[in-house]
């Protein structure tokens, strides 16, 4: 009896396997996401989050995103949900995701709600500054299970980011105008991501004291601040036929030395690593507007 019991004993005191420790992180309205393991079924509910996704290396994870979700080339086969603004949260129930990212200033609160009160993780993702997508891409990498990608391309995003802020730190400023949309006339304030980027380039914005994050504005208010840039995004990468409506007003300094700039929204508006490919554009085109000073 004693030689079958030894066995058995020898088997009681080997060390249990260690269980999966759960992963949490805060998203960006401070609420504590938990899951049991690295998520393996993702749906986007952005254009910049799928981006982020898979800068952070969990691209092979998504398996759904809303409309305009163009970049990675690999993301333009992904199943549709609906757009950012309005989620077929049927569609994405659909997919049997265990992690749902989506975007705070951009969806429909009720629509996130619905999926967490059917049991899905959503982690709501709303960077307003450069720093804040670097922590992204980091807090996407531990929910995917993917931190030595996700945390290299943060370190690699930042040390790029310091490296145009040490170039044009000591710039002569631009007083610029970046346009939004021209019916409504729309710009950013100084809050606004975009700021930033225009701060990092040595521009001013001259729009920024006012209240509203993307306010919209009169013809007058642009022609008072005569700005010695204006810079455009539109719809797509090519360059807005509105832009040259400001030939009508030869007095703008920017009309009188031809500074009317173009920059692809999808590289300025969209809160991915891609902003400072943006970036690089634009600090290139208020150094030439200083150049020709």
């Known amino acids: 009896m004693s030689r079958r019991l030894i066995p058995l004993l020898w088997i009681a005191l080997l060390p249990l396997p260690a269980l999966a420790e759960a992963i949490a992180v805060t998203d960006d309205l401070g609420r504590e996401v938990r899951l049991a393991e690295p998520a393996r079924r993702i749906v986007s509910l952005a254009p910049h989050v799928t981006e982020l996704l898979y800068a952070a290396g969990a691209g092979e994870h998504v398996v759904g995103a809303v409309s305009y979700s163009d970049y990675p080339e690999a993301a333009k086969?992904?199943?549709r949900v609906g757009g950012?603004?309005?989620?077929?949260?049927?569609?994405?129930?659909?997919?049997?995701?265990?992690?749902?990212v989506g975007w705070g200033e951009g969806n429909r609160p009720a629509e996130r709600e619905r999926l967490q009160a059917m049991g899905i993780a959503v982690f709501v993702n709303d960077p307003h500054s450069l720093d804040d997508i670097a922590r992204s891409l980091e807090r996407i990498g531990k929910l995917a299970g993917t931190s030595a990608i996700a945390d290299a391309a943060a370190t690699a995003f930042r040390a790029r980011h310091a490296a145009l802020k040490t170039r044009y730190a000591d710039q002569t400023p631009v007083r610029m105008f970046y346009q939004v949309w021209h019916a409504p006339l729309m710009t950013v304030n100084g809050e606004h991501l975009i700021s930033e980027v225009i701060r990092l380039c040595g521009g001013e914005n001259v729009f920024s004291a006012l209240p509203?994050?993307?306010?919209?504005?009169?013809?007058?208010?642009?022609?008072?601040?005569?700005?010695?840039?204006?810079?455009?995004?539109?719809?797509?990468?090519?360059?807005?036929?509105?832009?040259?409506?400001?030939r009508r007003w030869p007095q703008l300094a920017a009309v009188r030395d031809g500074h009317l700039l173009?920059?692809?929204?999808?590289?300025?508006?969209?809160?991915?690593?891609?902003?400072?490919?943006g970036a690089e554009r634009l600090c290139a085109q208020l150094e030439a507007v200083r150049q020709q000073r």
């Open 84 to 100: 950012y603004h309005k989620v077929d949260v049927e569609a994405v129930v659909a997919l049997r995701p265990d992690l749902v």
């Open 77 to 79: 086969a992904l199943p």
């Open 262 to 277: 173009h920059i692809p929204p999808d590289l300025i508006q969209r809160h991915s690593p891609r902003v400072l490919d």
């Open 212 to 246: 509203t994050l993307t306010p919209r504005i009169g013809l007058e208010s642009v022609l008072a601040a005569d700005p010695q840039a204006i810079v455009a995004s539109g719809m797509d990468a090519s360059r807005p036929e509105w832009l040259d409506d400001w």
